[in-house]
Nanobody
């Protein structure tokens, strides 16, 4: 399974970015697609994603600012990030889950930097 992520970059506080992740090569039904983020010196943590067709948020600080959507036919998930803050700066990783315990894949990540 390959995950292609795009959309990271540098933006000023209050700006917006859209991250996209597309999965290819999966021979299983994708159950969940998620975005995690990891800042330097910190643990990788769940931001948001889609599980069984429903949006899920792992970080309360992004609720109301980040929106997630999925195009199941294209195995693509999009996260619209609005009103970005410096604390949102991190490397964002796409993660895909299937029904089996081994169906767990990660993308290379895309950098998001929010300047103050």
């Amino acid at each position: 399974v390959q995950l292609q992520a795009s959309g990271g970059g540098l933006v000023q506080t209050g700006g917006s970015l859209t991250l996209s992740c597309t999965a290819s090569g999966a021979d299983f039904r994708i159950v969940g697609m998620f975005w995690f983020r990891q800042a330097p010196g910190k643990e990788r943590r769940l931001v948001a994603g889609i599980l069984a067709g429903e949006p899920k948020f792992g970080d309360a600080s992004v609720k109301g600012r980040f929106l997630v959507s999925q195009d199941s036919s294209k195995n693509t998930m999009v996260m619209q990030m609005n009103n970005l803050k410096p604390e949102d700066s991190a490397r964002y990783f796409c993660n895909v889950h299937g029904p089996g315990t081994d169906d767990d894949y990660w993308g290379q990540g895309t950098q998001v930097t929010v300047s103050s």
